[in-house]
């Protein structure tokens, strides 16, 4: 039987609630809290850094779709952007959000939706930022798109810095690491059982979520598709996800582990 992408939504929205409470704990989140009382805080590294500032938007609105804690959209004030916005399904990582935001001294509108169910007054920005982990959670990528379209101002950029779709084909955990072992054009979702972390620990079992795989090409004419002209498409032999992949890093044959993808509305 077909499971709704609502279904889908809100069932990936309780994994990550059951998930949240791993990363408000420990020496990180305290660390974490601690640098983004910081002037110039920022957790973005270069190339998504210097990626922001080739925009030439200092001054201008930005929101954050998939914001997680909200600690890459409250980094943009760094490069002296509005971070005006951030989406998330997930309520109690939007706490911790709001906790990172009253240490940075920042106020940004945090968003609790399904990003296909948008409230009718979010409003439109000078950028969207998307950022790792946020694609795969999305079952209707041709819808996800007229959202993001429709959040856009008139020659609005749109950046996302995700994981490269190849590196789906492939488990680190696997006795062979480094054969494919799901296909690059699998369309039925993987069901993801355990509690999400970074950290590469396996914290036990929590709600069940569903993660698609979406090919490269799927991406990008989804986006261009809905509006959005691509200015760029830059792909990295480095990983921007959890440890466990650095296993794939480094090698003669080096195969793309994240890409950069700058598309701006038309």
């Known amino acids: 039987m077909a499971v709704s ?3 889908i939504t809100a069932a990936n929205k309780a994994a990550w609630n059951a998930s949240a409470s791993l990363h408000a704990q420990g020496t990180e989140w305290d660390s974490l809290l601690e640098q983004a009382a910081r002037p110039g805080f920022s957790v973005l590294d270069q190339e998504l850094t210097e990626a922001i500032r080739a925009l030439g938007i200092e001054g201008r609105s930005a929101a954050q779709v998939g914001c997680n804690n909200a600690r890459e959209l409250l980094s943009l004030a760094s490069l002296k952007i509005l971070p005006s ?3 998330d399904q997930s309520g109690a990582f939007l706490e911790q959000g709001r906790l990172l935001a009253k240490a940075a001294g920042l106020e940004p509108r945090l968003i609790e939706a399904d990003i296909y169910e948008l409230p009718e007054d979010v409003g439109t920005f000078d950028l969207v930022l998307i950022t790792i982990g946020v694609l795969n959670w999305m079952p209707d990528l041709d819808g ?4 993001i379209a429709g959040l856009l101002s008139p020659g609005g950029h749109l950046l996302i810095y995700e994981t490269h779709p190849v590196m789906e084909m492939f488990d680190p955990e696997s006795e062979t690491p480094h054969e ?3 296909s690059y054009f699998r369309t039925e979702p993987l069901k ?3 509690l999400i972390s970074y950290d590469g620990v396996d914290h036990g079992s929590g709600e069940t979520g569903y993660w698609f795989i979406h090919t490269l090409g799927q991406i990008v004419t989804s986006c261009a598709a809905n ?3 691509i200015r760029a498409l ?3 032999g480095y990983s921007i996800r959890e440890p466990e992949y650095d296993v794939y890093e480094g090698r003669e044959a080096q195969i793309p582990m994240s890409y950069l993808l700058h598309a701006r509305k038309i």
Do not use: L, Q
């Open 5 to 7: 992408i609502t279904s």
């Open 85 to 87: 916005v951030g989406i």
């Open 144 to 147: 996800f798109f007229r959202v």
């Open 180 to 182: 494919p072992a799901i």
């Open 192 to 194: 993801e059982e355990g």
């Open 227 to 229: 509006g959005m002209a």
């Open 234 to 236: 830059k792909e990295f």
